[in-house]
């Protein structure tokens, strides 16, 4: 088993900034995908962003150019840099975390979930 535990979330203005980070532990051995979704209230949980255990990224539409993912193998961590944020940025962050052969819209792991607002 694999567990995330997440951390950053906050209040933040609009063009604010905050960088989410997200702690592996447990069998990470198995672990291939790691990234992060998000779920705004009333709305579907959406995929933010993912890096591959070799570092490749993919990034949702609307936060490229905005959202840096990076990933820490030696600590089995994985970060999210969110700049220039946006009042429909606001939802709950969920790290989440696949097997080798799993599919990313279909994740093996999740956190807890931390709560990003932006609001003036």
């Known amino acids: 088993q694999v567990q995330l535990v997440e951390s950053g979330g906050g209040l933040v203005q609009p063009g604010g900034s905050l960088r989410l980070s997200c702690a592996a532990s447990?069998?990470?051995?198995?672990?291939?995908?790691m990234g992060w979704y998000r779920q705004a209230p009333g709305k579907q949980r959406e995929s933010v962003a993912r890096i591959s255990s070799g570092g490749s990224t993919y990034y949702a539409d609307s936060m490229k150019g905005r959202f840096t993912i990076a990933r820490d193998n030696a600590n089995n961590t994985v970060y999210l840099q969110m700049n220039s944020l946006k009042p429909e940025d606001t939802a709950v962050y969920y790290c989440?975390?696949?097997?080798?052969?799993?599919?990313?819209?279909?994740?093996?792991?999740w956190g807890q979930g931390t709560q990003v607002t932006v609001s003036s």
């Open positions: 989440a975390a696949t097997r080798i052969g799993s599919a990313w819209y279909r994740p093996d792991y």
């Open positions: 447990g069998s990470t051995f198995s672990i291939n995908a």
